[in-house]
T-cell receptor, first 111, second 116 residues
């Protein structure tokens, strides 16, 4: 079992729709959870982080964390073509300070 | 403020040769990480420096890989001798914070290594 699992996609949504990206992780002791966006040929950049169960909203982005289910999600409202990228779920295992990444979900937003 | 810089951006070498990748983290960031992405796979952790000390090198594939961070500033990752399976994009990242709630990782653009 991979430590961080994501559906590789591609996920295709029309412009203006809600894109829902999901991630599960295996280490129940994981402390911190991140969503990075990576455009093709570019480096990953952080868009959201969440530490506590529940929802965290930042503009059009909402991160959701359910530690009991070991599940993290990212919702992108009013999706724009510029949101088309690979979204990486990352989990920090705590203690050893290591951040583990999923393989990423490719998102396409159609104009 | 300059971001994380990596050099070279792309290196093509033959099997058995040596390559050295360099990373300059953001000034003041004590934490420096090396990751590798092989095509189609996840970004895999290689190792973590706190200043000049190796905090965690559990992800280093084998003893052909050697990372250093002399003086706690820039870091180098040497692959010697390179094998075909070492091909991929090597990312360096730095961060200001550490601990259970590790802060944001700032990534460099990556060094693409192709071993022929």
């Amino acid at each position: 079992q991979k430590e961080v699992e994501q559906n590789s996609g591609p996920l295709s949504v029309p412009e203006g729709a809600i894109a829902s990206l999901n991630c599960t992780y295996s280490d129940r002791g994981s402390q911190s959870f991140f969503w990075y966006r990576q455009y093709s040929g570019k480096s990953p950049e952080l868009i959201m982080f969440i530490y506590s169960n529940g929802d965290k909203e930042d503009g059009r982005f909402t991160a959701q964390l359910n530690k009991a289910s070991q599940y993290v999600s990212l919702l992108i409202r009013d999706s724009q073509p510029s949101d088309s990228a690979t979204y990486l779920c990352a989990v920090n295992l705590g203690g050893g300070f290591k951040t583990i990444f999923g393989a990423g979900t490719r998102l396409f937003v159609k104009a | 403020e300059a971001g994380v810089t990596q050099f070279p951006s792309h290196s093509v070498i033959e099997k058995g040769q040596t390559v050295t990748l360099r990373c300059d983290p953001i000034s003041g960031h004590d934490n420096l990480y090396w990751y590798r992405r092989v095509m189609g796979k996840e970004i895999k952790f290689l190792l973590h420096f706190v200043k000049e000390s190796k905090q965690d090198e559990s992800g280093m594939p084998n003893n052909r890989f050697l990372a250093e961070r002399t003086g706690g500033t820039y870091s180098t990752l040497k692959v010697q001798p390179a094998e075909l399976e070492d091909s991929g994009v090597y990312f360096c990242a730095s961060s200001q914070y550490s601990g259970p709630n590790t802060g944001e990782l700032f990534f460099g653009e990556g060094s693409r290594l192709t071993v022929l």
